[in-house]
């Protein structure tokens, strides 16, 4: 019996109909719309028919089978009268529509169709894309200002704080230029003056970075070998035509259109004239823009909760000056009970011991240990914690924020950076003792949690249980921190009982004497730790772990107990052991003034969630230990985005984006399906911040083969490279022969100024311009040295001024400096008044007794380079320099500025050429900067 039916005759003789429309461009009436382009309508008729031709494929292969067997043939006249009816529709829609059809080749057709469906399709996709960025603009940006923000200005801010703008070739960014190549040259001239001595290295590399002093002196030029000298010589000639090479690669590249350029610029000038401040959000990745008045109510408010000292702007570096030299007094009863060696004593506090005598270390290095810095604060606002139905209604000084406190460049940066070296292992060795609750970082825990696993004998119910502690380092009670101290030195040191003492005492010290400035008002945290100082994690470390042994009895009983500073996880089994150690933890850190907050699961639940870290433990019976891992992506992260894929980076730091995401996701994800599947989202997140796309596919591509969970073997790369950072990599790339004359040399990207350098200075906000460069500033004698005349025999030649004049006028001078300063001083001769610019790493005066001593030699060869003020008055006042007169007769000084020591040769240069200087030897000053 045959199973063919005249539906099916029918469906075979549509499919080859509307298979001849597509191929010979026929219209069919039903996709026929009055007023649209007959080219127009023929792209999207075939779009359907293909959809409907694809549907319809597998039931016609069935049919044409079916017409094979000898019982078709009793349909064999309906299967003629169908063809017979299409085909003369077919004719009639051709004849039709011959006058509408475009006379042109196939080719030609098809060509015209591609452009215009390209065409439509990348106008889809642009405005798609518009309208995405334009809903996310207006989520992610908060207006809390007094001020419109426009669609522009929103967009701009969406690009992130991170954000850097295509640099012009500006004064700013050529000094920078200059700074970072002759940093590279030095270490390259110092590497090969050094290179059949490595003692030297290896005793500069046992220093932490934080505590190593910048050189900027260089070697003598004869000691170096010819492929040294043509390689530095290579490195300076890139440097001259940078500036052409820059200008000519990015005149018409810029990574913010026109419309973002004025919004930038308007930005920029509402803060500047302190109308509003722009800030970050503290976890969903939102910018918070408010009023400048709102932001000193809430700083104010927030620091009011701390301890306002007692001190003015003028008292303030004489107290910052006692805690200093308290800090000094710490290091040396270190040193002398064996706590600290010779090296980091001169390291730390610049103190050497030399011959039974403690002196401090003088010259160039000497500066490095009188910082006067206070620490600054800032906020971040809580937004992820708002309704947001109320994001829009609720003011900017109602919405929660969190402080956080900038103390990595203060008085006592040098010291807290030593306690953090000595505290690191000390608090490493001591969470892992009694209870080995150590957890590095997310790695650790899962191959912890791989080691667990192995040992694992049998599957049983098991409670998975994460605890948090609430605002631990505000609630950090300092006689715990010192309990916890003396208990981690006394088990995991072998200093004496005095040394321990002394250490304690110190790390006190230096909690306690963190001074926050803000608008000229001082602050300090009298309860807790600061969050921003070098040792705040060892210390909150050791602790918390001081709490946690001290319940050991309770923790043993449990399979595995891990915590990462605030945020602990332990896996047990049986519901009354577990509560038993909630019980205990919770009362054992309300003991001490500390809050936890839980959250726990069972094996025996199908499809629980838990969350440690980025980890998420979902409970499943497939698992032999009850549960699979895979990534956590919080409820405040989604939407949130990587760098903008626009900013000025090069493409490597893109790749090591998706590079690293794709590492951390498999080893993250314990199934190769929920590993396919983050990589999939990380996709979409990184096409979202505008990666190219083709770079993301390639390197998912790499990461989807990938099988082993902790990621490939790190590459095995050469140590010691002395990098040349510059922002134009592109443009002074190393030649093969010049990577043959120096292999340890390579190019290395650093990032030009940011959206946040220019939009969100908090430091300005809260203490000025750095180096107090306010406008006011003066040039005034320290009376207290020869070159103000209080030594001896010698008489002033400095006066106190606030302008500096010229030949050709006045500058005003922005910085307050005296002889006991250092940096960029004026010689001015008294008789003509021309003028010399020179410059100190050392003291204003230490340098003038160079000059005197000069000048006593009244030797004014040509081959005596530091004889210009000599050979000034040789040339022009030779009469009055035959009777031989004082220094001070001739000239008098004025100190201009104190800029960073690393920049000295770049503002001396700045100087030469604003003022003229016609005294200077000109050779004296160029060669070391260009």
């Not at 592109?730 to 390579?746: D, F």
């Not at 190019?747 to 200075?761: C, D, E, G, Q, V």
């Amino acid at each position: 019996m045959c199973s063919l039916t005249i539906k099916d005759v029918c469906q075979e003789a549509k499919f080859a109909f509307l298979r001849k429309c597509i191929k010979q461009h026929v219209l069919l009436p039903s996709n026929h719309r009055k007023g649209m382009d007959f080219d127009l309508l023929l792209i999207q008729q075939e779009r359907r028919i293909k959809v409907q031709l694809q549907a319809m494929i597998c039931n016609v292969k069935k049919i044409r089978q079916k017409y094979q067997s000898a019982f078709t043939n009793k349909l064999a006249k309906e299967r003629h009268l169908q063809n017979k009816k299409y085909w003369k529709k077919f004719m009639w829609l051709r004849e039709k529509q011959t006058a509408k059809r475009r006379q042109l080749s196939s080719a030609e057709r098809q060509r015209v169709r591609n452009i215009r469906d390209r065409t439509r399709y990348r106008k889809r996709k642009r405005h798609k894309t518009q309208l995405d960025i334009t809903n996310r603009a207006h989520c992610m940006i908060l207006n809390k200002s007094s001020f419109d923000l426009n669609l522009d200005d929103k967009i701009l801010l969406l690009k992130g704080l991170n954000f850097a703008p295509t640099p012009r070739w500006t004064e700013d960014i050529e000094s920078q230029e200059w700074l970072n190549a002759m940093s590279h040259i030095r270490r390259i001239e110092w590497s090969n003056f050094f290179a059949d001595c490595n003692n030297e290295e290896d005793r500069s590399n046992k220093f932490p970075p934080k505590l190593k002093l910048q050189k900027f002196s260089r070697p003598p030029r004869d000691q170096l070998n010819d492929t040294t000298i043509a390689y530095t010589e290579g490195v300076m000639a890139k440097m001259r035509n940078l500036g052409v090479c820059v200008k000519r690669q990015y005149r018409d590249r810029n990574n913010l259109v026109p419309a973002m350029r004025k919004s930038f610029v308007k930005l920029r000038n509402l803060v500047k004239r302190k109308q509003i401040v722009i800030c970050n959000a503290d976890k969903d990745g939102k910018i918070v823009v408010i009023n400048h008045a709102d932001y000193d109510l809430i700083m104010n408010r927030e620091l009011g909760k701390f301890e306002r000292m007692d001190i003015s702007q003028g008292t303030i570096e004489q107290h910052l000056n006692d805690i200093r030299l308290k800090c000094e007094c710490f290091l040396k009863k270190l040193h002398a009970a064996g706590v600290i060696n010779e090296d980091f004593l001169a390291h730390t506090v610049g103190i050497k011991f030399e011959n039974g005598i403690y002196r401090h270390i003088s010259g160039p290095s000497a500066k490095y240990f009188s910082i006067y810095n206070t620490a600054y604060a800032y906020p971040l606002f809580k937004t992820h914690k708002l309704l947001q139905e109320h994001l829009h209604t609720i003011k900017a000084i109602d919405i929660p924020i969190r402080l956080l406190q900038a103390a990595g460049q203060i008085t006592t940066s040098r010291v807290t950076a030593f306690l953090e070296y000595l505290l690191k292992p000390v608090s490493v060795n001591y969470c892992k003792s009694v209870v080995d609750e150590y957890c590095q970082d997310t790695k650790h825990y899962l191959q912890s949690l791989a080691i667990w696993e192995s040992s694992l004998k049998e599957t049983q119910p098991l409670h998975l249980v994460a605890a948090d502690v609430t605002a631990l380092y505000p609630n950090l009670r300092r006689e715990l921190v010192k309990q916890a101290l003396s208990s981690a030195l006394s088990t995991h040191t072998n200093f004496s009982v005095k040394g321990r003492n002394l250490l304690t005492q110190l790390v006190m010290f230096c909690l306690s004497n963190v001074v926050t400035e803000f608008k000229d008002a001082y602050y300090r945290q009298t309860s807790g730790i600061v969050t921003g100082d070098n040792h705040s994690v060892s210390v909150a470390n050791i602790a918390v772990h001081y709490i946690v042994q001290s319940l050991r009895d309770v923790i043993c009983g449990v399979h595995l107990f891990k915590r990462y500073i605030d945020d602990i996880l332990w896996i047990s089994s049986g519901s009354e052991n577990t509560k038993q150690v909630q019980t205990s933890l919770k009362k054992g850190f309300e003991n001490y003034g500390l809050t936890l907050t839980f959250r726990a699961v069972s094996t025996e639940e199908e499809g629980k969630a838990l969350e440690f870290l980025d980890v998420n433990h979902i409970t499943t019976k497939s698992s032999p230990k009850g549960f699979i891992t895979r990534d956590y992506i919080k409820p405040t992260a989604k939407g949130r985005s990587f760098l903008n894929g626009h900013s000025h980076h090069p493409p490597s730091v893109f790749k090591s984006i998706v590079f690293g995401e794709a590492i951390r996701m498999r080893r993250l994800n314990e199934l190769d399906q929920d590993y396919r599947n983050s990589l999939n989202r990380l996709r979409e997140k990184c096409l979202l911040s505008g990666f190219h796309q083709g770079m993301t596919e390639d390197m998912l591509h790499i990461a989807e083969g990938w099988k082993e969970r902790f990621g490939p073997e790190d590459k095995n790369r050469p140590q010691n490279r002395i990098v040349w950072a510059t922002a134009f990599p592109a443009c002074v790339l190393l030649t093969q022969k010049e990577k043959a004359m120096e292999p340890l040399a390579s190019i290395t990207y650093k990032r030009p100024p940011t959206l946040a350098h220019f939009l969100s200075n908090f430091k300005v906000l809260s203490i000025g311009k750095a180096g107090k460069d306010n406008g006011t500033g003066s040039s005034s004698p320290c009376g207290k040295c020869a070159l103000c005349g209080n030594f001896g025999s010698h008489q002033t030649m400095v006066y106190h001024t606030t302008v500096l004049k010229t030949p050709t006028g006045s500058i005003q001078l922005r910085q307050n400096l005296t002889c006991r300063n250092y940096g960029i001083y004026v010689a001015t001769c008294r008789k003509c008044g021309k003028q010399y610019v020179g410059q100190t790493k050392n003291k204003f005066s230490t340098r003038w007794n160079t000059h005197r001593a000069t000048w006593k030699t009244f030797d004014c060869s040509a081959n005596n380079d530091r004889a210009a003020l000599l050979r000034h008055y040789a040339e022009n006042h030779s009469a009055i320099l035959k009777r031989k007169p004082h220094i001070h007769l001739c000239f008098f000084v004025v100190f201009v500025q104190m800029p960073s020591p690393n920049l000295l040769d770049i503002f001396e240069d700045k100087w030469l050429n604003k003022i003229k200087a016609e005294i200077n030897i000109q050779k004296m000053i160029l060669p070391r900067v260009r």
